[in-house]
Nanobody, 114 residues
């Protein structure tokens, strides 16, 4: 099992980024996927969830309405579109099979700064 996150960077408040997570080593279309983030000195938290077929999505309250999770099962990839970014969104972002805590990628750093 492997996850490769990408798309992070430095952005000003109010800006946008689109994160991607390429997954391999398992049948991607069989699993719900979750984006997590971890800020320095803080616990990792779940940000967004998408069901295996993409029909169900849920979000952390603080990102609801600003972030959109999606997936392309043909490409074994899950995405996180992040709009109206805030300082508090600064963190390393990871993807993971929902309910699992085994293999983790390196994450992608998102820094919101003026």
């Amino acid at each position: 099992v492997q996850f490769v996150e990408s798309g992070g960077g430095l952005v000003q408040p109010g800006g946008s980024l689109r994160l991607s997570c390429a997954a391999s080593g398992f049948i991607f279309s069989n699993f719900g996927m979750t984006w997590y983030r971890q800020a320095p000195g803080q616990e990792r938290e779940a940000v967004a969830f998408i069901s295996s077929g993409g029909g169900t999505r849920s979000y952390l309250d603080s990102v609801n309405g600003r972030f959109t999770i999606s997936r392309d099962n043909a490409k074994n990839t899950v995405y996180l579109q992040m709009n109206s970014l805030k300082f508090e969104d600064t963190a390393v972002y990871f993807c993971q099979r929902t309910g699992f805590n085994d293999y983790w990628g390196q994450g992608t750093q998102v820094t919101v700064s003026s």
